[in-house]
């Protein structure tokens, strides 16, 4: 059976296709799992934090409960805030996901609070007398509640730093093992790939290269060639419009070089008369008596003619490459003609005043007009001018 070269190549795509969908599967399921635990993460991180958070509040509420009991701070407004702040997270902590065995110490932690809370309430409205004479019963009723706090709410503190721990390291793990299945499948499917490419690659090639060998011949003038024609997919079509191309080349090579030689009689002739041309415009330019300047679109001198010698002094290299704007006595009058000519073509026969390089000043009847390329974009300034009368003036 004679495969196409379309239907070989389709069938390579489709296998390379088929690994590239089986690794992206697999990086897909991988990178979810991935992404999966990094949430669960995220979970305990807040879990962890909002503990270790109510941890502190409530060692700061003890502190503050067993001053407030000795008589050593009276604020009682504080105090108050330091309670409301346990109570709060007490109940952030519980509207998290925990386990049986957190909730109890959850609770543990709320009645141990409540008791201290309300029996620090209850030495504050007794008698002063009988405050003094009771705290220190108080003092003990307390401490055996601020144990039970402390050691429930650490107990929340551990088991939350453990499970962040635990699932942090499974993370890892997890990390660690999708990053091989992706990479080596990937290195498997680049190498079936690979392998596929080659298969292809050479039953596609093999039966061009006799025809790459005829091509190369022909591209050094030898046109002398037939390439014969063994198979019948696309190459032996390319075969045939290869050699036809040959017949055709050896055609066009005869009319190539009648054409050649005639063209290049017009050439050397057109030549001749553009030489011509140019040598007569450039000797009108240079004998001229009129100042003929042509600048760049940033002012810069390019052509300064004879006549602008003699007219203004200058020295034409000296000259070459400084601003044009220098040479006028009125500036904002030269930039409005500029701007003028930019955008109007031409600004012709308006009266304006140079200086010479001996500090003369010269009225000068000047025509400013666009130099432009062959795709219609201004590229420059040309001016022509005549004296019409020197003002002496010494700068």
Do not use: C
């Not at 002012?299 to 601003?323: M, P, T």
């Amino acid at each position: 059976m004679n495969l196409t070269i379309r239907i070989k190549l389709m069938l390579g795509f489709l296998a390379v296709l088929s690994l590239m969908i089986l690794a992206s599967g697999l990086a897909y399921f991988s990178l979810t799992n991935i992404n999966n635990s990094v949430s669960r993460i995220l979970v305990h991180a807040h879990k962890y934090d909002m503990v270790d958070g109510l941890r502190h509040a409530i060692k700061q509420f003890l502190e503050v409960n067993d001053s407030l009991i000795k008589g050593q701070i009276k604020d009682l407004e504080y105090y108050n805030s330091l309670a409301t702040g346990v109570e709060k997270r007490i109940t952030y902590v519980g509207k998290l996901h925990l386990q049986d065995d957190e909730k109890a110490t959850l609770m543990a932690v709320n009645e141990a609070f409540v008791y201290i809370k309300e029996t620090t309430y209850r030495s504050l409205k007794s008698a002063t007398s009988h405050k003094t004479n009771g705290i220190t019963k108080l003092l003990r009723d307390v401490d055996k509640y601020k144990s039970i706090l402390l050691d429930s709410v650490e107990g929340l503190y551990d088991k939350a730093w453990r499970d962040l721990d635990d699932i942090t390291l499974m993370v890892d793990r997890n990390m660690k093992s999708g990053t091989r299945h992706i990479v080596t499948f990937a290195l498997i499917a680049i190498v079936v790939g690979i392998g596929i490419s080659i298969y292809i690659s050479r039953k596609i090639t093999t039966p061009l290269r006799t025809l790459s060998r005829a091509a190369s011949s022909v591209a050094k003038g030898d046109l002398d060639q037939k390439v014969a024609i063994t198979t019948r997919d696309e190459v032996g079509e390319l075969v045939a419009s290869f050699n036809q191309m040959l017949s055709d080349l050896r055609a066009s090579r005869r009319q190539i070089e009648e054409y050649n030689r005639k063209l290049q009689e017009m050439v050397d002739e057109r030549t001749v008369e553009l030489e011509k041309t140019k040598e007569y415009l450039e000797n009108i330019l240079e004998h001229s008596e009129d100042m003929i300047i042509t600048t760049t679109l940033f002012d810069e001198i390019v052509q300064f003619n004879r006549g602008a010698e003699q007219k203004l002094g200058y020295d034409r290299k000296s000259i070459l490459g400084a601003s044009i704007e220098h040479l006028f006595i009125n500036k904002n009058m030269y930039r409005k003609a500029r701007n003028s000519v930019i955008e109007e073509n031409e600004v012709a026969n308006f009266d304006t005043a140079l200086m010479q390089k001996n500090g003369h000043i010269v009225g000068v009847n000047l025509t400013l007009s666009a130099l432009r390329d062959n795709n219609g974009n201004t590229i420059g300034l040309i001016g022509i001018g005549r004296a019409t009368g020197q003002i002496v003036h010494e700068s």
